[in-house]
């Protein structure tokens, strides 16, 4: 049961007044036996954390995938690491060795480019660019623990609608990207804090997901921890005129989470970006090479992650976003 709980609990937790128990029926279990395994993968250090995943654009914030090279990936990550927006930042086995995304906030005094360039600053960044999403294929961190998704899988678009968040829908946002408590009424702190009963809560929930505000609440997990030894950034020279097309191939693998066209620059021609995660480094090869044959790049890399420096949720509509532009602009 340990693998299908951990496979179905990345692709959608409950927002329900008894969520265990709703899993439990699924997994033909216990709401018992299914919240204290969910507390032993939490102990465990398996379950990073159960949360809201929300859309950094939609919520109007800027965002950006950036590369440095630096003398000191250790020195310079502690820098880098104090900015709220810096959700995750790796040491990469590459000419440009330190790679993280950073978003800023939408009143933001510095902006994402002055973000970027006081922190190539600070830390003496030999050189760095600036690696904006110009179009998302593929998000979607779900690692298969069952052995029984497809290698390919197809890709769902949804209609959105149009909102505008007011003061109570931030409120929401602020509780909803926090980590759950392992028991058996996760939200009832949320409940009781904003005054609204589970219907409402599950109602404005969806209005979320049909925006695209909030791509899913889901666990996240420790990868190595959860089996997945191998992860890497693999990046292809493709044809400019045809790079959506490709894009669209590369997407489809399940092993894919992210796929991504991002600029290129004279030093740097590698237009589309993917993620590809696997139980070894043969087993991302193996799905490397099938990409390889379908998109036919003009040439490729891989980025293995070395060290991992940060990984977490940003967390939205924070104070420590001003604060820190205070501090060091």
């Avoid at 030999?126 to 623990?145: A, G, N, S």
């Avoid at 493709?238 to 590369?250: G, Y």
Wanted: a positive charge; proline letters at 4%; aromatic letters at 12%.
């Amino acid at each position: 049961m340990r693998n299908e709980f951990l496979t179905q609990i990345q692709k959608d937790f409950p927002i329900t007044q008894r969520p265990f128990k709703e899993i439990a029926k699924e997994l033909n279990s216990s709401e018992d036996e299914v919240l204290n395994l969910y507390k032993k993968l939490k102990e465990e250090k398996i379950i990073r954390q159960t949360s809201a995943i929300f859309d950094t654009k939609s919520l109007g914030y800027k965002s950006s995938l950036v590369a440095f090279k630096v003398k000191d990936t250790q020195k310079a990550s502690k820098f880098i690491n104090t900015h709220p927006g810096v959700s995750h930042n790796y040491e990469r086995d590459n000419i440009f060795n330190l790679w993280f995304t950073i978003a800023t906030e939408p009143n933001s005094s510095l902006g994402l480019e002055k973000t970027i360039e006081l922190m190539a600053q600070k830390v003496d960044a030999i050189d760095y660019i600036i690696l904006p999403t110009k179009k998302m294929f593929k998000i979607k961190v779900q690692l298969d623990l069952t052995g029984k998704r497809d290698s390919k899988e197809r890709l769902s678009k949804h209609k959105k609608i149009d909102i505008d968040l007011d003061d109570a829908d931030i409120e929401l946002i602020k509780f909803l990207q926090q980590d759950i408590e392992p028991n058996y009424e996760p939200f009832d702190k949320l409940i009781k804090a904003l005054g609204i009963d589970y219907k409402a809560l599950q109602e404005r929930a969806n209005r979320f997901k049909q925006a695209g505000v909030m791509r899913r609440f889901a666990s996240i997990l420790y990868h190595k921890r959860a089996g997945f030894n191998a992860n890497a950034m693999v990046v292809w020279s493709v044809d400019e005129d045809k790079e959506e097309e490709l894009a669209k191939k590369a997407a489809s693998f399940s092993a894919v989470s992210h796929c991504y066209l991002r600029p290129t620059y004279p030093n740097w021609p590698y237009s589309l970006f993917t993620m590809i995660h696997g139980k070894s480094k043969d087993e991302v090869r193996e799905v490397v090479e099938q990409i390889k044959d379908e998109i036919k790049p003009f040439y490729y890399n891989y980025l293995y992650s070395t060290k991992e420096f940060k990984k977490q949720r940003i967390e939205y509509f924070s104070p420590k976003f001003k604060e820190w532009e205070e501090q060091f602009s």
